[in-house]
């Protein structure tokens, strides 16, 4: 059974200041498997944020994000991370790491199999 458990939000961070998620995988082979970072906004959809590659050569970023947020991954823990810099008011959301079989990761919903359950993000200016 695959799982996907996300970490490192709750409580509130103000503008400016940095914030690191995980997410542990654990019931698949890790390295299989792109990974991507997704995040959801009160009374908006569900949008792309970040997505790394099998073995994290090659990472897409939303224009959004770019420049301060940076995905990486360490296979040996079956852990993907999203380190988030300047963070904005508009960051806030609930953000979700989800797995796929894409091998350079993607910006569609649709090309990842497995989600987690998400963990929130508050940033107060």
């Known amino acids: 059974q695959v799982q996907l458990v996300e970490s490192g939000g709750g409580g509130s961070v103000q503008a400016g200041g940095s914030l690191r998620l995980s997410c542990a995988a654990s019931g698949l082979t890790f390295s299989s498997y792109a990974m991507g970072w997704f995040r959801q906004a009160p009374g908006k959809e569900r949008e792309f944020v970040a997505s790394i590659s099998r073995y994290g050569g090659t990472t897409y970023y939303a224009d959004s994000v770019k420049g301060r947020f940076t995905i990486s991954r360490d296979n040996a823990k079956n852990t993907v991370y999203l380190q988030m810099t300047s963070l904005k008011p508009e960051d806030t959301a609930v953000y979700y790491c989800?797995?796929?079989?894409?091998?350079?990761?993607?910006?569609?919903?649709?090309?990842?199999?497995?989600w987690g359950q998400g963990t929130q993000v508050t940033v107060s200016s």
């Open positions: 989800a797995c796929g079989g894409r091998i350079y990761g993607s910006v569609h919903q649709n090309d990842y199999d497995y």
